[in-house]
């Protein structure tokens, strides 16, 4: 895995979230520390970090979770290197997070643990981080966010309370997937989406979830699957289909699609041209 070092670095505007990432070789980070937290994720190879005065090991897959001003280091544990990826939660956003959680106002959340290893933690964390750096609608985005912290609060950190039991909900889903069936080519947030019916974010999306067997973002591109079909169907440019159901882009559009139908868009309707003959001599 040895080669040349990179770093990438992004800035979410909608989270005002920063995001990082990075291969590291030689470069280690001397002791420092953060006004804001570090959510960290090893891709791959092996990286080593003091923490406290305590020496740590983090291999691929294990997640470094990191409160504001604790001091800490940097570094690969072998010269093979390793890449990392990272964002950086501000207090403010772990407070809406705990009050997501909670219902109510609380301290900082505090993570006892500094190194996790839960396969979860991984695939949640790295889901979250590739979707805001691929481009995810604001929905994806604020809905993974939320999520993410809050789960992460909820294992991790020195709050304690008891979670709100869900109730029964089917009117106010019903309500959320008439507004994402109506307004699904714009860019709908989980804000919005739930002060349309009266729900805290949080609570939404774990309702949605019980009620309808999907996060409201998994809904929302299927239901933009679904109209892409049709403007396919009807001979669109693929360009045009894509800015029409609400992507970002095209390759946006055709990730999602292969994901859902199992074909991209491109061949899907080459499968249609050939089909139509067919249909014309039947």
Known sequence: ?????????????????????????????????????????????????????????????????????AVHTGEAADAHGFEMRSLYPTTRHMQRAVFEL?????????????????????DSVLGLHNALVQGASPLEGESRFIW????????????HFNEQRLGKEPAAIQRARRYIDDCYAQGISLTQLAEHVALSPYYLLRAFRAE????????????????????????????????????????????RFKQIIGVTPGQYAQQLRLLSPAKERS
């Open 212 to 255: 309808v067997g999907m996060p409201p973002y998994t809904y929302l591109e299927s239901v933009r699957i679904r109209h892409a079909q049709r403007l396919i169907e009807a001979g669109k440019p693929l360009a045009e289909v894509a800015a029409e159901v609400g992507f970002s882009s095209q390759s946006h559009l055709t990730r």
């Open 1 to 69: 895995m040895q080669g040349k070092e990179w770093t990438k670095i992004w800035y979410n505007p909608q989270l005002e979230v920063g995001l990082f990432q990075a291969f590291y070789v030689h470069h280690a980070y001397p002791r420092h520390s953060h006004d804001y937290y570090v959510i960290c994720v090893i891709e791959q190879g092996r990286q080593s970090f003091t923490h406290k005065g305590a020496k740590y090991f983090t291999p691929a897959g294990g997640v470094i979770l990191i409160n504001p001003g």
């Open 148 to 159: 993410t912290l809050a789960q992460l609060i909820k294992r991790y950190a020195d709050i």
């Open 102 to 122: 909670t219902g109510r106002e609380q301290a900082l959340p505090f993570f006892k643990d500094v190194r996790v290893d839960q396969r979860w933690v991984r």
